[in-house]
């Protein structure tokens, strides 16, 4: 599934409604149909549960027509009708737990009475086949059978109020749209405008007139912090797409408002107070429980903290077609099975040949650990074996190969020279570059802490090595320190590990600023370097040299522990052992790593206990 930044999904808006000749009024009305579905479902879900958003206490709002309280009352004038997926078991599940759910757009099936279209609102009609009653006896069906649209009805209106917050943008606009579809299931609903009314303009000033001609009860903010103690939820429309900075005046004391409530809150495509490119968070910026995102998923909305205040995701389509995205040459994927295999080309049931053997899949050397970190080195040696790679040396100073005999049973050892302490020096590139000679891959950096020269034994090692190469630990930042533009340029790919703190060394940046916008950041690290960049943390980014970028939701904060970085670091290079190429091998480890850990995180009865190791014994 593509991610979009808020221009290119204006770009993509514009071909769709000039281009094609959908019009714009045509979208927000699917958009605000897909976001009443979704609501539908919310309350069906709790009224199932037995967990109703609670009776409308708190009475007035409900009895007095509904109109907000605390608020300035509206009328509006006029009425005008409406303007005219993957081989490898668990993946499927895996994505769900990742809190994001696409439809149509995301290649998966859209929900039963979803319509993804700009289609009508009609009810289904036709003849319905012969059955069977009970006992097998035929049954002669009706010969025309009527039903409403199951996506927009509810049994559980009742306890239901919902208060839209309405926006003067198109934002508002979808939730106006939204709010007359859940009139329409019974719902009692109220508008709360956070400008006067009459400053809408444009399709949302259509829905303001339609939801008014309907008699939906609405108000205007009239300052202060307002009552929302008689809602069961709270539909969030107040900025979308448009919006530039912080939430000012209304918007900001309405968000507040919101947060301070307690009540479930829906956002409308992005949660207001969130920056849909980033993902950061505005202060105040909406809490949501769910974010109904329209059309494709914002790059904002993958990004911590924005990714935490989104809570569950769901992409709706809306009628631009997912198609545009590609024609266009988008090239941002939230990382799943079908972006791994449809657009990077992985195989990703990792299929062995049945007459293969441990040559067949590469030969990975791991230059890491010294003395005090030698584990770290011994952690990626043993999860490249786990990626499936045929065979893995693990090379490190001499003077430790005797501690180290059946560390691991399956690892070769390689003496690597150093100093008598356990320690790397300059002069150890020499050896690494020997033993990589005729080996698949060379993974440096875990453990090997720093050392005297230790930038002239990474530019060694740089230049010397003809086979892919992963940076990772302190190799980053030593080479954090050196001029490695100015270095013979290599051939075979470099494959950058950092995690934030690294990364900000890296591109002489503060860590604050590498996490505020993660995806920009790594995009353009990797387009400019001409490497293959991985930037760990929840919700890792992976950023190729030809501009493609991924974000990966795999994970667990489990993993938030000494080594887990170590064992990535193997994990690549045992994929680019078996034959794939720098973005394939840092994606699809990216994604096995997070699985892994996912799974690590399950066996125990508390995920603050899984270590690095359980997240190889997981793979
Ligand atoms: N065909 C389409 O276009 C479709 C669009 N769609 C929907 O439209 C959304 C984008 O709509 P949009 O572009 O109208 O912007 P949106 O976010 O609603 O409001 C911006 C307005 O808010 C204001 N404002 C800005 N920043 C502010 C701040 N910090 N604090 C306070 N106010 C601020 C600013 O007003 P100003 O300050 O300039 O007077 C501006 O006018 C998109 O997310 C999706 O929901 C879908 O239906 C699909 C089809
Ligand atoms: N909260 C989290 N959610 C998902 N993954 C996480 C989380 N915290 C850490 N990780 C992952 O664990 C790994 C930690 O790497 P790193 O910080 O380099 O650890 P180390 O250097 O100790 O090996 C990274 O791959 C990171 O993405
Ligand atoms: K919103």
């Given at each position: 599934m593509h991610l979009v930044t808020a221009e290119e999904m204006r770009r993509l808006d514009r071909i769709t409604i000039d281009r094609l000749g959908i019009p714009a009024a045509a979208l927000m009305k699917n958009a605000g149909r897909a976001i009443a579905e979704e609501i539908i479902a919310l309350c069906n879900r709790r009224g199932e549960a037995g967990t109703a958003g609670g009776p409308r206490q708190g009475g007035e709002a409900a009895r007095d027509n509904g109109a907000p309280r605390n608020a300035g009352a509206w009328a509006a004038g006029g009425a005008h009708g409406e303007a005219a997926a993957p081989g490898a078991g668990g993946t499927r599940r895996a994505a769900a737990r990742s809190g994001v759910r696409g439809d149509a757009a995301a290649g998966m099936a859209p929900r039963s009475g979803g319509n993804g279209g700009d289609g009508g609102d009609a009810g289904a009609a036709g003849i319905t086949p012969r059955s069977s009653g009970p006992g097998g006896a035929a049954v002669t069906p009706p010969k025309l059978v009527i039903s409403g649209d199951a996506a927009l009805m509810t049994e559980h209106a009742e306890s239901e109020h919902w208060l839209v917050l309405v926006g003067k943008g198109n934002n508002g606009g979808d939730g106006l749209v939204a709010a007359r579809y859940l009139r329409e299931a019974g719902i009692a609903v109220s508008l709360l405008y956070a400008v006067p009314p009459e400053s809408l303009t444009g399709e949302a000033a259509l829905q303001r007139d339609a939801a008014a001609a309907m008699g939906l009860p609405a108000a205007v903010h009239g300052g202060g912090g307002p009552d929302f103690?008689?809602?069961s939820g709270i539909l969030d429309a107040l900025l979308g797409t448009g919006a530039a900075g912080a939430p000012r005046g209304a918007y900001a004391e309405l968000i507040a408002a919101a947060n301070a409530s307690g009540k479930p809150v829906v956002s409308a495509d992005i949660p207001s107070g969130l920056d849909a490119d980033t993902g950061e968070t505005h202060e105040p910026c909406i809490q949501a429980s769910l974010t109904v995102c329209l059309a494709f998923l914002k790059r904002g909305l993958l990004q911590y903290p924005g990714a935490g205040a989104a809570g569950r995701i769901v992409v709706r389509s809306i009628g631009i077609p997912a198609g545009l995205a590609r024609e266009e040459g988008l090239s941002a994927y939230w990382l799943t099975p079908a972006v791994l295999e449809g657009?990077?080309?992985?195989?990703?049931?990792?299929r062995r040949a049945p007459d293969g053997h441990k040559g067949t899949y590469g030969h990975v050397l791991v230059a890491a650990g010294s003395l005090r970190m030698s584990g770290a080195g011994l952690l990626a040696a043993r999860a490249s074996l786990r990626a499936g790679c045929g065979l893995t040396t693990w090379a490190v100073p001499g003077k430790l190969l005797p501690l180290l005999?059946?560390?691991?049973?399956?690892l070769m050892l390689a003496d690597a020279g150093g100093e008598a302490d356990g320690t790397w020096n300059a002069s150890a590139a020499e050896e690494v570059l020997k033993l990589a000679d005729g080996r698949d891959v060379l993974a440096i950096g875990p453990g090997i802490g720093r050392f005297e020269d230790d930038k002239a034994w990474l530019k060694a090692i740089w230049e010397g090595a003809e086979c892919p190469l992963v940076v990772d630990a302190d190799a980053l930042n030593i080479l954090a320190e050196c001029d490695y533009g100015s270095w013979r340029q290599r051939r075979a790919p470099v494959i950058l590990t950092p995690h934030p703190g690294e990364m900000a060394r890296l591109a002489g940046v503060k860590t604050k600023e590498v996490q505020r916008d993660r995806t920009g950041l790594a995009l353009s690290f990797a387009r400019e370097r001409g490497v293959t960049l991985v930037l760990k943390g929840a919700h890792t980014v992976i950023a190729s040299p030809d501009g493609r970028v991924f974000v990966n939701t795999t994970g667990h904060p489990g993993m938030a522990t000494g080594g887990a970085g170590d064992c990535l670091t193997g994990i690549i290079a045992g994929l680019l052992a078996q034959g794939l190429d720098g973005a394939q091998a840092a994606a699809f480890g990216v994604y096995l790593h997070g699985l892994a850990g996912e799974r690590a995180a399950l066996l125990r009865d508390d995920p603050a206990s899984v270590i690095a190791s359980d997240i190889i014994e997981a793979l």
């Open positions: 103690a008689g809602y657009v990077l080309g992985v195989d990703v049931s990792r005999v059946c560390a691991a049973p399956e």
